[in-house]
């Protein structure tokens, strides 16, 4: 009988002992091996959580440094009090001056709490100490923050979307784009003649006949001036001006033009 009191007690102990094994690897393997640690309390206020819950992961520049304990209305305040429990191991790294955000991992859209170092010489921060707020640098953050104003955001792209369906409407996108090709092949033919027509006016054979034409033209307009000539007792002679313009009038024309058709009569009656 006392062999069966002794072997049964054995039995327990050793049951007492594996189960106490199973759980602390439980532990271990779940990532709660900080329950065994001593730990910090951290608060944070924020004016929304945006979907954070008890047990979500905190970060210390991506090094996961604890877990959020819980969350609470702060009294006589429209915000919200989150509790961060973190291994005391990290304290000495979230010195005065740290900021916290919320951040959003992986595809699922998990939040967790993301700790923003500060100078490490400054003082560590000490249980129950509160942590700043970072403004968000998390797009989808940002955007839950700003509801309103993304929603112009949005507005945009679709107003840009409905403008570039009216402007490839029927290829003319494509038919624009030809045609801009085809006007700067043009230009560039034409720049090019251009050039080549100012490049031979550079030569010296086009350039002195260039200079002689000008000097011939500058003297023809000096002969002019001077009333040599034709032209130039025309434009300088006003008696000539009055003369020319006397057989052009409506009277002396056809007068002359009378003259001019008696004194034919006059010959073809001849004999």
């Known amino acids: 009988m006392e062999s069966t009191t002794k072997t ?5 102990i050793f049951m ?12 271990m393997i779940s990532g709660n091996s900080s329950l065994l640690a001593s730990q910090i309390r951290l608060h944070a206020h924020f004016d929304q959580v945006q979907g954070l819950a008890p047990g979500s992961v905190v970060s210390l520049s991506g090094l996961s440094v604890g877990n959020i304990e819980s969350i609470n209305f ?3 305040q429209n915000k919200l009090d989150v509790v961060m429990k973190i291994d005391a191991r990290y304290s000495p790294r ?24 500060s100078d490490p010489r400054n003082p560590p921060m000490k249980d129950g100490d509160i942590l700043g707020i970072a403004p968000a640098s998390d797009l989808l953050s ?17 107003e840009l979307h409905t403008m570039a369906k009216a402007v490839n409407h029927d290829g ?12 700067s092949g043009n230009l560039k033919v034409a720049s090019d003649q251009a ?16 200079r002689a034409s000008v000097r011939r033209l500058d003297s023809i307009m000096e002969k002019i001036d001077r009333g040599d000539g034709t032209l130039g007792a025309l434009i300088n002679d006003s008696s000539l001006h009055d003369q020319l313009r006397s057989f052009l009038g409506v ?3 056809k007068q002359q033009i009378k003259s001019m058709i008696r004194t034919s009569i006059e010959k073809s009656d001849r004999p």
């Open 172 to 183: 003319l996108l494509l038919k624009t784009m030809t045609n801009l090709s085809l006007a």
């Open 94 to 117: 979230i010195t005065e001056g740290a900021l916290v955000e919320i951040r959003t991992q992986g595809a699922l859209g998990d939040k967790f709490i993301y700790i923003l170092p």
């Open 142 to 158: 940002i955007f839950s923050e700003r509801g309103k104003e993304t929603e112009k955001i949005f507005d945009i792209i679709n």
């Open 16 to 27: 007492a002992v594996g189960l106490l094994v199973i759980l602390t690897s439980i532990f």
């Open 8 to 12: 049964q007690l054995k039995v327990g």
């Open 74 to 76: 702060l009294p006589e």
């Open 195 to 210: 050039r080549t027509f100012t490049s031979g006016l550079e030569s010296d054979k086009t350039s002195a006949e260039l």
């Open 251 to 253: 009277s002396p024309r």
